[in-house]
């Protein structure tokens, strides 16, 4: 069996969904036979999104900083309930030596599974995530579009991200979230932002989504098993 590392606290409850997904997708009889995680819920990384819109600090430092505890703590791999935080993978890899299993990559992989024939996919993350082509780059490569997304209608998902569940006000934003989804038109929608899940359950259409953060735990309790 081997270890996974958590870079976590980018948010604290995305980090707790994440884990818990991880728990629920292990087939364990007992407490002995769950995946050794290790969690570094380091919350004063810097924001991911502030920094590449230009308005905040590189969390870079940081991330690696994490990284290297976890490496030296014993984890096989790492993975970060932060969509927009994979924007750095590459650079936290070869500055850490360390393994990220990719959270948008496993989430497309899945996508395409799922819905073979979706060719317009909604990506419902941060305006960070968005700059950055987290996902748009590995959509492009696949011959997928990646739906555009009118202003209003980005700052929307950014009130439910920070105003919501960052806050701890996730209810509240229920009916903001559900009014913008239905705004948006796509063959398949992706959950690309680790706060998204906490409001899937609340959906009042049936959309095609996918969860990352699941698809994420999914990868990752089968790497974690696979020796």
């Known amino acids: 069996m081997k270890t996974l590392g958590i870079i976590g606290g980018m948010g604290p409850l995305a980090t707790i969904d994440l884990y818990q997904k991880i728990i629920s997708l292990t087939p364990a009889k007992c407490d002995q036979e769950h995946i050794h995680v290790i969690i570094d819920s380091y919350a004063q990384i810097e924001d991911r999104t502030k920094f590449i819109m230009g308005c905040g600090n590189s969390p870079l430092d ?96 950014m009130e ?19 009014k913008t989804l239905s705004q948006i038109k796509a063959d398949a929608y992706v959950a690309a932002c680790t706060e998204i899940p906490m409001f899937l359950p609340t959906l009042d259409k049936p959309y095609k989504f996918i969860d990352a953060t699941y698809e994420l735990a999914k990868f990752a309790v089968g790497y974690a098993l696979n020796d």
């Open 62 to 157: 940081k991330l690696v900083e994490s990284a290297k505890r976890l490496k030296n703590a014993g984890a096989d791999a790492l993975i970060m309930p932060c969509n927009t935080a994979h924007f750095f993978a590459d650079e936290i890899e070869k500055m850490a030596g360390v393994t990220i299993l990719h959270i948008a990559k496993i989430a497309v992989n899945a996508l395409q599974n799922a819905y073979p024939d979706a060719k317009d996919i909604a990506i419902i993350a941060t305006s960070g995530t968005k700059k950055g082509e987290v996902y748009d780059k590995i959509l492009n490569e696949r011959g997928l579009n990646s739906v555009g997304f009118t202003n209003e209608q980005q700052n929307a998902l």
């Open 160 to 178: 439910c991200i920070y105003s919501g569940v960052k806050a701890g006000k996730t209810a509240d934003y229920v009916g903001l979230f559900n």
